[in-house]
Structures are given as C-alpha cells and as structure tokens.
C-alpha cells in the first residue's frame, strides 16, 4: 500500500501540472465514471487543484465535481506528454485525464469516483481518517487519543490503521518503531504518553523528510530515507532487511509476518526491547539514542 508520502508527492506533482488546465478528454475503464463524464462532461472544465487527503488523492474541477481515487496496494498516477510511450501496459489503464499538455494516466486503480462538494463533506471513508500526519495543522491531541482507542492491539497494527492516523504504511510503520526504539508487536496499552508522543513525533518527521525534495517521481518508495543517510542503499533502519546487520547495534533484523494482514514486519531485537509482557511502559525508552 502506498505511504501517504507517496500520495502526497503523486498529489503535489500533478497539481504543479495539471492546475488550471483546461480538460480536453476523459476515458475510464470504469462506466460509473464515463456516466458521469457522459452526462457532465470533463472536457472544458477546468482542474483547480489536485490534493492528497490521507491516502485519497482528489482532483478537484471546475463546475463542482472531485475525483477521488485511492491506490490501494498498486494503483500508481503517471504524468506523460501527449503521444509519450506509458510505461506501464495498456490493460492496466484504469483512468486518463488529457489537457493540452499533460496526460495523466491511473494505472490498477481499484477505488474511483466523482462527487461534488456536498458528498466530499459527508463521504464516510475520508471522514473517518485520523489525523494526517502530513498536515500543518496535524492535531496530537486527537491522534493520541485515537491510539489510546486501541488499547489491545499492537502498535504496529495501530499505525496502520487510518482511522488512527493517516499516512502511515508498511515502510514507515517498520522505519518509525525502530527509531523510536519500540517493539512492534508491543501493546497499546503498555505504552506510555511520552512513548506515544515520541512514536508520533518521528512519523511527522519521517513522513515530512520524505516529501521536502524537489521530487519529480510519482512512483513509490522512491529514494525513501529514514536514516539520514544519502547512500541509497542505507536509507532506511530495519524494513526489508531481514537477517542483515542493524545499523546501531549490529543484531540481525528479524521479520515476521505479523497482525490481521499478516503484513512483514521488522525489527532489532536488541535496540526495540522484547515482546515481554507485551510490553511494560518504558520499554520502548532503552536505546534510542539521538536517532
Ligand atoms: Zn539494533
């Protein structure tokens, strides 16, 4: 599943190319949005902006009509020029917005609609997002509230709930937990206010760290980093490394497939505790150094 980092930089590069263009096509393979594009033509509306809401990306037209597309675990936006080669087949094609001088291209996305305004305000998914972490305004009084409403349920398992809080996948949940020296599978309960408000600060910072760049690319994980380091292949502290040295203590990275998903997690053992008692509070507070 794409991070919301991801989300946002796909978001902010086709609102930097596609904002006040004029649409001068529409195609989908979906016919709930060819309807609508039948009865309230796309073309000669104008996009107003494009934006990232959690993990939905809305493009915003002229005359009262949003398309909400989410990306699930595959679906990626492309940018090309009219007439460029895709560099992703055609049967994948699930979405093409033309303007004069852009085109954007979903591919394998499974979760698409228009709405207008008035069903933005009342749509159930997008009102049940936590707090984004990529907002300015991001609440931390809320967000630790809604962690605190999963007291039984793994951190881990917690973080990626986007009801919680939004923006936070696989890659990040693993990167987060590390840094802030906490077991994943440790309870929410187990937990204490400084621990949570620690995890939560380093996902504001690891999610934000990831979208400053000048980022041309909408594909994901690109050139994700967590650790500071430049070497691309240093980049991130434990996810998809398992068995590999950790990079503060040298223990070997475990991996298991863990929570309702069985989604990878990864670990260090040494520098994130152990799964004791699921975890006392403070257990998360030994040996995080400065990271
Ligand atoms: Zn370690």
């Known amino acids: 599943m794409p991070e919301g980092d991801t989300i946002f930089r796909a978001a902010r590069t086709l609102h930097r190319a596609l904002a006040t263009r004029l649409v001068t096509g529409f195609e989908s393979v979906y016919p709930a949005l060819t309807r609508v594009d ?21 493009m ?43 085109l954007a291209v979903g591919f394998n996305i499974p979760d698409a609609e228009f709405l207008d305004h008035a069903g933005l305000a009342r749509h159930r998914q997008l009102d049940a997002l936590g707090p984004d972490l990529l ?56 937990l204490s206010d400084e621990t949570l408000e620690r995890i939560l600060t380093i996902a504001v910072k690891q999610l934000r760290a990831n979208v400053t760049p000048r980022d041309r690319t909408l594909a994901p994980a690109a050139g994700r980093r ?9 980049g991130l502290w434990d996810y998809d490394r398992a068995g590999e040295p950790c990079r503060a203590c040298g223990t070997p990275i475990t991996l298991e497939k863990a929570g309702l998903d069985a989604r990878l997690t990864y670990w260090c053992g040494q520098c994130q505790g152990t799964r004791q008692g699921v975890g006392e509070p403070g257990n998360g507070d030994r040996g995080t150094g400065n990271r």
């Not at 999963?150 to 009801?163: C, G, T, Y």
């Not at 967590?226 to 240093?234: D, I, N, R, V, Y």
């Open 38 to 58: 039948v009865d309230t033509p796309l073309a000669g509306r104008q996009v107003e902006s494009v934006g990232a809401r959690g993990k939905h990306l809305l």
């Open 226 to 234: 967590t650790t500071g380091s430049l070497h691309p292949s240093q």
């Open 135 to 190: 907002d300015p305004q991001f609440d931390w009084w809320e967000a630790r509230r809604r962690l605190r409403a999963h007291p039984d349920e793994a951190i881990a398992d917690v973080l990626l709930n986007q009801r919680v809080v939004a923006g936070i996948g696989n890659v990040f949940k693993s990167e987060i937990l590390f840094a802030a020296g906490v077991h994943p599978l440790t309870h929410v309960r187990a």
């Open 60 to 102: 915003v037209f002229t005359g009262d009509l949003i398309l909400r597309t989410h990306m699930r675990m595959h679906g990626s936006w492309h940018l090309y020029r009219p007439g460029e080669r895709w560099r992703r087949p055609g049967r994948e094609m699930r979405i093409v917005l033309s303007t004069d001088v852009f």
